[in-house]
Nanobody
Framework: QVQLQESGPGLVKPSQTLSLTCTVS??????????WSWIRQPPGKGLEWMGA???????YYKPSLKSRTSISRDTSKNQFTLQLSSVTPEDTAVYYC???????????????WGQGTQVTVSS
């Protein structure tokens, strides 16, 4: 059974960079045919797919976030990471990592999800 766990600071100051790590167990992030995504849900809003890294290492970003987003991975640790720069209070959300067979993952039933981690942007 694949398990994903998000980790990182719960509070980030405006203009700083948000950094989160997803640690995966029960499966390898280099296994073919899977995409490893970052998704967020701001308070009172729906799920927003931010980007994904494929098993091949190819990386995909939501166009509107591309200039501020960086996704990478450490295959030796079976982890992948999210960095979001120049954050504002509008980036406050629960951030999820997930595995799916589609690049743009927005439905829980389409993959395995971590439990999520709350990130608040505030001074």
């Amino acid at each position: 059974q694949v398990q994903l766990q998000e980790s990182g600071p719960g509070l980030v100051k405006p203009s700083q960079t948000l950094s989160l790590t997803c640690t995966v167990s029960g499966a390898s992030i280099t296994t073919n045919d899977y995409y490893w995504s970052w998704i967020r849900q701001p308070p009172g809003k729906g799920l927003e797919w931010m980007g994904a890294i494929a098993a091949s290492g190819d990386i995909y970003y939501k166009p509107s976030l591309k200039s501020r987003t960086s996704i990478s991975r450490d295959t030796s640790k079976n982890q992948f990471t999210l960095q979001l720069s120049s954050v504002t209070p509008e980036d406050t959300a629960v951030y999820y990592c997930a595995r799916g067979r589609v690049v743009v993952l927005t439905r829980r039933e389409d993959g395995y999800w971590g439990q999520g981690t709350q990130v608040t942007v505030s001074s």
